[in-house]
């Protein structure tokens, strides 16, 4: 029954894909601008795609070696889906860094006709990442279930298909854990040197570790958190479609039109994605809202156009508008999240951080704990809430339903985020060009807007995983034949005592990895003030080469350990614990790491606005004792919003990943 409809499906991916193709031509037939602009535009882009390469190098051994263990285990049609995962996802990345590196001198140029001539650049060259995104994920999925369906011979494709949540899950923690020790590593190592010691302003191109750090934005946010968020919409859909398959939902068995309905909200997320880029795309071009305005009515375009594909599908398709209801309450609980998140990075409690950076950076970084820790509080509530609400509607499938809800406008989530890289990007080669000061002030207006967007973005991130990661935990107990969770028996509570503190240990490993690459680019970085002639007055050029390799080797050589980790924990919770305990271990790490999440981008991203406002003239402005402790505390901040906190998403879902992926084989081990 389901069949000849789920072909829309994939036919919506292609058609998406099209338009993400569109959009980048759209972005490159503005002009490169000249050649002191373009020139750097091409250095950013032969940093990241070499980064890119080697890491994908890496991934692609690891993930052979991964996919061979698979079939061993389980059977070769969950590698088969593990490894279309896997291109899938390092496409959509690959595609968004290809246009971003390429987007950014653009913008820069297109800042001379104004800011929403830049406005409109900066987000066409960020919506070709977003479309990307939901369109492979859509036509990945899509293709890999109807195909696994398809074939006599092959095991239930909704128990297959964990292996393309895997693959998802496994391109995420690389990109994110490589791209985030580079990019925080080459930030700090440009803003200790240059800012701090030397004074010079921020992207100075005497700055031998500015062109490292521009190519960060790309392979650390761009590509970053877009394989965050995919991973988080792919678990949702996939999470959504074994549930309805494994028992019936809130009282009614929906059959095959339960697991059909989450791959068409798929392709709904598709269409409002699109409709609401149009939207803004046409508004920006005509330079007549402000860019804070008019990114917030994308969003709602897109998520008014969402709700009414979702309401649509729910009654008359599944006649029954509880999963609309889930849907509904997912997009609610990300959008206020959305809304704490802005308010705590952008609004009024920024004002405790400015203020206090007045006396130093010891007060400058506890008022920042202070702001990221209160604005963990309304958010966790609302997940909780949020929970519930969707649990009444739809039982476990309204969870996973409400997730999908969450990122139902995904392709503008990540576009957002993509846009505030590439606006970033463009006031460095503003600066390092010497372009005129009206140029750098719209760029710096729209790197601020795209701070904040990137906080909603991990925010939405965070809340997304929390839906799906407590969904592949009642999937994991439904498969395991876990009834009930007793936290009085003691293996449950060591596993909650132990899956608690593994969000800790993960962020640990991550911050000391930047912070040991960092080191290395601040001696580079001194060694070349120090020994090449000329580089302070300007007449000699610094060497940056060395810190873009610096950065790529130190970021390739200690991404391997903590993605073992993820994968690692579940057998060896299993095998010493039990399963139950291994349940355990995923709730603490789901909530733990949740709250970690959010606390570590919210601040990150309050110390960064903070900085930045300071820079526009408060406190005294540039050079002043404010503008120095802001700094500190910004660079503080910058391994926990852009490294730690966001691959701490991929760790709870990958650790739950496996649990449930491995199951039949845990079952086997116990003889059960």
């Known amino acids: 029954m389901d069949s000849p409809i789920l072909l829309v499906v994939p036919a919506v991916g292609l058609l998406g894909l099209l338009f993400s193709l569109y959009l980048a ?222 028992a019936p939902v809130a009282g009614i068995a929906w059959g095959p039109k339960g697991v059909a309905f989450p791959l068409l909200l798929s392709a709904n997320c598709i269409v409002a994605s699109g409709l609401g880029t149009l939207v803004t795309r046409t508004l920006s071009a005509r330079d007549i809202i402000r860019p804070e305005a008019l990114l917030r009515v994308g969003l709602l375009v897109g998520g008014a156009i969402s709700l009414l594909g979702s309401l649509l599908l729910s009654h008359f398709f599944l006649q029954d508008l509880r999963p609309f209801l889930a849907v509904v309450t997912g997009l609610l609980v990300g959008g206020l999240i959305g809304l704490n998140t802005e308010y705590y990075t952008y609004r009024k409690p920024l004002r405790s951080i400015i203020q206090a950076s007045e006396t130093g950076a010891a007060t400058n970084i506890i008022a920042g704990l202070a702001v990221g820790l209160e604005s963990t509080v309304l958010s966790m509530i609302l997940l909780a809430l949020g929970t519930l609400a969707a649990h009444y509607f739809a039982g476990l499938y309204g969870i996973a339903i409400s997730g999908i809800g969450m990122l139902s406008v995904l392709g503008i989530n990540v576009a957002l985020d993509a846009f505030g890289s590439i606006a970033d990007n463009a006031g460095g080669i503003a600066q390092m060009s010497g372009q ?112 873009v390799d610096i950065a790529t080797r130190g970021a390739l050589s200690r991404l391997v350990l903590p993605c073992a980790l993820a994968t690692i924990i579940p057998f060896v919770a299993l095998l010493t614990l039990g399963p139950e305990a291994l349940a355990g271990l995923l709730t603490g790490c789901i909530l733990c790491g949740i709250f970690l999440a959010l606390f570590m981008a919210n601040a990150g991203g309050a110390w960064d606005n903070a900085k930045k406002r300071i820079e526009a003239g408060e406190m005294g402005g540039r050079g002043s004792i404010a503008h120095t402790a802001s700094i500190i505390g910004d660079t503080v901040g910058d391994p926990l919003k852009d490294a730690a906190g966001p691959t701490l998403n991929i760790l709870v879902q990958l650790t739950a990943t496996v649990s449930l992926a491995f199951a039949p084989l845990f079952l086997r081990i116990l003889g059960r």
């Open 25 to 246: 031509f759209g972005t490159l037939r503005h002009s490169p601008g000249p050649p002191e602009i373009a020139s750097i535009s091409r250095a950013i882009q032969v940093g990241a795609s070499t980064f890119l390469r080697r890491e994908y190098r890496v991934m692609g051994i690891a993930g052979a070696a991964f996919a061979v263990l698979l079939a061993a285990v389980l059977n070769a049609y969950v590698a088969v889906a593990f490894l279309v995962g896997v291109l899938c996802s390092a496409a959509a990345g690959f595609i968004g860094i290809s246009i971003s590196t390429r987007a950014n001198g653009r913008v820069t140029f297109a800042a001379r006709g104004g800011l929403g001539k830049a406005l409109h650049v900066a987000f066409s060259g960020g919506a070709v990442m977003g479309m990307a995104v939901v369109s492979l994920a859509a036509l990945g999925i899509s293709g890999t279930y109807l195909f696994l369906s398809g074939l006599p011979s092959a095991p239930d494709s909704l128990t297959t298909i964990t292996g393309y949540s895997m693959g998802a899950s496994f391109v995420a923690i690389f990109v994110r854990v490589g791209g985030g020790i580079f990019t925080k590593a080459a930030d700090m190592g440009a803003d200790l040197v240059g800012k701090v010691e030397v004074g010079i302003p921020e992207d100075d191109p005497r700055n031998a570790a500015v062109i490292a750090d521009q190519v960060g934005d790309n392979v650390g946010d761009v590509a970053g958190l877009g394989a965050d968020l995919n991973q988080s919409y792919t678990d949702a859909i996939i999470t959504s479609l074994l549930i309805s398959a494994a």
């Open 436 to 547: 005129p000061g009206k140029i750098r002030r719209i760029t710096d207006h729209l790197d601020a807007v795209g701070n904040t967007t990137a906080a909603i973005g991990k925010a939405f991130a965070a809340s997304a995983t929390a839906a799906a990661a407590i969904s592949l935990l009642a999937a994991y107990s439904e498969a395991m034949f876990i009834e009930q969770l007793d936290i009085r028996e003691p293996r449950v509570m060591a596993g909650l005592l132990i899956g608690a503190v593994l969000p800790a240990l993960f962020a640990a490993m991550i911050i000391k990895s930047v912070d040991r690459t960092a080191q290395l680019i601040v001696r580079e970085v001194r060694r070349q003030f120090q020994e090449i002639r000329g580089l302070m007055e300007g007449t000699t050029p610094p060497d940056y080469a060395a810190c």
